[in-house]
T-cell receptor, first 112, second 113 residues
Framework: EDQVTQSPEALRLQEGESSSLNCSYT??????LFWYRQDPGKGPEFLFT???AGEEKEKERLKATLTKKESFLHITAPKPEDSATYLC?????????????FGSGTQLTVLP | GAVVSQHPSWVICKSGTSVKIECRSL??????MFWYRQFPKQSLMLMAT?????????EQGVEKDKFLINHASLTLSTLTVTSAHPEDSSFYIC?????????FGPGTRLTVT
């Protein structure tokens, strides 16, 4: 069954303590994997799209990587303002290729 | 990046009344918009796909007569929650696709009393 799974559900880090978030997916014919950041009470904010295994993208302290089975969101030397829920999503799991299916998210808390 | 707006950002209504939520793509045209619902501490669940000039496509389990979707132009889609009940209280988020990315609105918090 095609699906998207994120781990861990929650992660608490000290400021400056680097770590990685995982997004595992099973889908035939990946048409992209999306990472979003969501702050409480707000809509998701687009971060990255990855299309092929081996691809990497960076933005400030975040780097997203992709393999044939999973994607990682690496956070280097995080700051308290990086605290948020990070969501990954894959199109085409349910319905049309345009529709995104979201993982359950990882709630990241960075302590000062 | 592309900007998607929603109005209102929050609304409180009485049980049995209807509420309309607007979703606009501000700097691009979107032939397809999506409506999601998110309950506390849960991820986004797709409710329906809104297609400009045609009927929306609803996900399984979503009542199309209760959640009316209109996509009258390339920049505006509306979601009307009809005869709202407390169980409809949720965070409703729209999104629109620009190029290969999907951008989300800020969400609308609906509370039905």
């Amino acid at each position: 069954e095609d699906q998207v799974t994120q781990s861990p559900e929650a992660l608490r880090l000290q400021e400056g303590e680097s770590s990685s978030l995982n997004c595992s997916y099973t889908v035939s014919g990946l048409r992209g994997l999306f990472w979003y950041r969501q702050d409480p009470g707000k809509g998701p904010e687009f971060l990255f799209t990855l299309y092929s295994a081996g691809e990497e993208k960076e933005k400030e302290r975040l780097k997203a990587t992709l393999t044939k089975k999973e994607s990682f969101l690496h956070i280097t030397a995080p700051k308290p303002e990086d605290s948020a829920t990070y969501l990954c999503a894959v199109p085409g799991i349910s319905g049309s290729a345009r529709q995104l299916t979201f993982g359950s998210g990882t709630q990241l808390t960075v302590l000062p | 990046g592309a900007v998607v707006s929603q109005h209102p950002s929050w609304v409180i209504c009485k049980s049995g009344t209807s509420v309309k939520i607007e979703c606009r793509s501000l700097d691009f045209q979107a032939t397809t918009m999506f409506w999601y619902r998110q309950f506390p501490k849960q991820s986004l669940m797709l409710m329906a796909t809104s297609n400009e000039g045609s009927k929306a496509t609803y996900e399984q389990g979503v009542e199309k007569d209760k959640f009316l979707i209109n996509h009258a132009s390339l920049t505006l889609s509306t979601l009307t929650v009809t005869s709202a009940h407390p169980e409809d209280s949720s965070f409703y988020i729209c999104s629109a696709k620009a190029d290969h990315e999907q951008y989300f609105g800020p969400g609308t918090r609906l509370t039905v009393t």
